[in-house]
């Protein structure tokens, strides 16, 4: 089973969940049959419900992501346009799912070219299937998993995001002297 986390009031997910079950699914079912995909995020709109087929799971809305991905053995962050860090992918990498993702969903998070990353990284529906098919193979998905929580522990966790802030905004004193005693008298009579 695969899953693409999204929330579905964006543009830029919906677009993906489309191009997902529309053009790279069929892809995916020629070489895994009986594979699932799993959409599951706030805000659906109807075309996002419309997209739900045999092999396919609207779930929506769910209260613990961890739980909805129980299952699930690789997510999918199939954007075409968008940006920004994507939390659907560090959410796959925090729950220990490899995630095959384009390069929209990789900006800022991973190099491209890098040997693991790369393996990771599709711009065509085609390719897209292609490296799915490969995620779903126990190796190839150990790799990217063992980088993953690397990368997360190195520049995501809050130790190293709090060393970044710290060469941004100057430490908090802790040593201030309390305020005196307000002695003022009242202004009106």
Not at 35 to 63: F, K
Not at 98 to 121: F, Q, R, S
Not at 154 to 175: G, H, K, W, Y
């Amino acid at each position: 089973m695969i899953a693409f986390v999204a929330h579905f009031g964006h543009a830029p997910n919906t677009d993906a969940a489309k191009w997902l079950v529309l053009d790279i699914l069929p892809r995916l079912k020629k070489h895994v049959p009986d594979l699932v995909c799993r959409l599951i995020g706030s805000a659906m709109p109807h075309a996002i419900h419309m997209l739900a087929e045999e092999g396919v799971e609207i779930v929506g809305h769910v209260s613990c992501l961890e739980q909805a991905l129980k299952d699930v053995s690789l997510c999918v962050a199939p954007l075409r346009y968008g940006a920004g860090i994507k939390g659907k992918v560090l959410e796959a990498w925090s729950v220990g799912l490899p995630i095959v993702m384009t390069p929209i969903a990789a900006e800022g998070l991973v190099d491209n070219n890098h040997p693991v990353w790369g393996k990771a990284i599709a711009e065509t529906a085609e390719e897209f299937a292609q490296k799915t098919v490969e995620f779903l193979k126990p190796a190839t998905e150990k790799a990217q998993v063992t980088a993953a929580r690397k990368l997360l522990r190195e520049r995501f966790s809050n130790a190293a995001i709090q060393t970044l802030l710290e060469d941004i905004f100057p430490p908090v004193m802790e040593d201030v002297s309390p305020l005196p005693e307000d002695t003022s008298r009242p202004v009106l009579n």
